[in-house]
């Protein structure tokens, strides 16, 4: 029995040391390959790696709410169209998989690329998805390249966007600045006053909501690096927006902008396949419009969604032809400013620049943009906006080439220029040959 007990002892105590000896050989093994400053760090190190690597979403796993959160999660969700309680639940600098090809994770860039300003527009963002965008820019891309971050703030009503905001990203490493518009100006006018206030060689226009992953921007600068003039565009992957789980997209379809210079994903051609030789590496090329399989961002589906539903709607209409309405007595534009479904149309200077004052005239007598057509009710009334349904009655304006006239057919009047009371919305009036019911309608150019 005494025997028993002392060789269990004498077990333990050389397990003990056995433990031991494992544990130091496998510290100072690891040890050898790193630098000599290291060493103190290296466990420390590994122990934070692999607890932010099992925080909620992290490594971009899904966030899923337990049951008795739900009925306050749906109420938040309202806020902004996706999931804010599982987005605040996550670090704003949480981890991400590296879902690039192999092919692409190897290549090597040269060192003297072009560097690059951020520009993100937002309005109303929320704060974990607007920071985790920023921060995300600032943690994965090479320092040396950025050269700031540009945040427009497209009039947002929230409390926190202002000083809190600006308070927060003096913190940050890399300069960030807020630019306001002072009113609502929708995504195009922001982003143009954006670009106005960098200095990097090239500028990059990113959504409020999205998640940079390793290797994002080194491919997209080389192949301005190569071709100046070239516009590029990573293949983007998707963020649900019930979950915040990173679900990567596909290799096979490329971004593109349409005529309202609004972000579309349309199939890669069969001739882009056979040019690519089967090497998915290769970027695809249309026009001077480049996707590239090794760069990757995302955005969340909420977005993904909204473009993939509108880029089959303007590839079905792409037969129309797309104009810039001017009034020939004030020289402005008819613009759609932006604004929504069941808004009033609006009328601006005319800026050349396509976005929010293109407008595609149907073989129907439709003017229309997007998915919305110009729509009068009553008589001497401003034009709204409405879903387009294709059965003329309201939404059926006949252009006169001659006179240059827009009649509402419905109400025998004529479009007309916005009246002293109402600035910026173009009205009906009694067709009387004045010049400021005179419209040009100029052809617009689609290509880039
Ligand atoms: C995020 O930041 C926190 C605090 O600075 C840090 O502890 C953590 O390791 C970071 N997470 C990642 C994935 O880098
Ligand atoms: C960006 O690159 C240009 C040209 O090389 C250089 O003049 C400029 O200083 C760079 N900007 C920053 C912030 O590094
Ligand atoms: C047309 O009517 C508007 C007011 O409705 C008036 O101001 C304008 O002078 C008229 N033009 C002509 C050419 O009669
Ligand atoms: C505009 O384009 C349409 C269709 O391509 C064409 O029929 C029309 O003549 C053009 N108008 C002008 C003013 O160039």
């Not at 704060?127 to 943690?139: A, E, P």
């Not at 983007?236 to 596909?250: L, R």
Request: proline share 4%.
């Amino acid at each position: 029995m005494r025997r028993f007990i002392y060789c269990k002892v004498v077990l333990t105590t050389s397990l003990v040391w056995v433990l031991v000896d494992v544990f130091l050989l496998l510290y100072f093994s690891e040890c050898n390959k790193c630098d000599d400053k290291d060493h103190s760090l290296l466990p420390a190190l590994r122990a934070v790696i692999s607890r932010s690597h099992e925080g909620p979403g992290e490594m971009g796993k899904a966030v899923n709410i337990p049951k008795e959160e739900q009925e306050k999660m749906k109420e938040l969700f309202k806020i902004n169209q996706f999931n804010l309680m599982a987005s605040d639940m996550i670090a704003l600098n949480r981890s991400l998989p590296d879902v690039r090809l192999d092919g692409c994770k190897t290549k090597v860039y040269p060192d003297d690329l072009p560097n690059t300003s951020i520009v993100i527009v937002f309005h109303n963002e929320a704060w974990s998805t607007l920071l985790r965008t920023v921060h995300s820019v600032i943690n994965r891309s090479p320092r040396h390249l950025l050269v700031e971050v540009v945040l427009v703030d497209d009039a947002s009503e929230r409390d926190f966007l202002q000083k809190k905001l600006e308070n927060y990203v003096q913190t940050l490493e890399v300069p960030v600045r807020i630019l306001r518009m002072e009113q609502r100006s929708g995504l195009i006018r922001a982003r143009l006053r954006g670009a106005a206030a960098t200095s990097g060689q090239v500028i990059t226009f990113l959504d409020a909501h999205c998640e940079c992953t390793v290797g994002w921007l080194e491919p997209l600068l080389a192949r301005i690096k190569e071709d100046r003039t070239a516009v590029v565009c990573p293949i983007i992957d998707v963020i649900s927006d019930e979950t915040f789980e990173y679900m990567a997209g596909s290799d096979m379809t490329y971004g593109g902008f349409n005529w309202k210079l609004n972000f579309r994903w349309y199939p890669v051609p069969q001739r882009e396949m056979d040019r690519r030789k089967g090497d998915r590496t290769l970027p695809v090329r249309f026009g001077s419009v480049v996707a590239s399989p090794e760069e990757r961002a995302k955005s969340s589906t909420r977005t993904t969604g909204a473009w993939l539903k509108s880029g089959w709607t303007s590839l079905k209409t792409s037969s129309t032809s797309y104009h810039r309405i001017r009034n020939v007595e004030t020289n402005q534009c008819v613009d759609n400013m932006g604004r929504k479904e069941n808004e009033k149309v609006g009328f601006f200077n005319c800026h050349g620049m396509g976005g929010n004052q293109v407008f595609s005239y149907t073989a129907d007598k439709e003017i229309r943009t997007d998915d919305l057509c110009l729509d009068a009710s009553r008589l001497n009334g401003p034009v709204l906006m409405l879903k387009c349904h294709h059965m003329k009655g309201n939404q059926m304006f006949e252009y006169d080439a001659e006179r240059l006239t827009l009649l509402h057919v419905n109400s025998n009047q004529c479009l007309d220029m916005p009246s002293e009371d109402d600035k910026m919305v173009p009205t009906l009036r009694e067709c009387n040959g004045s010049r400021s019911q005179q419209w040009l309608l100029r052809n617009m150019t689609l290509s880039a």
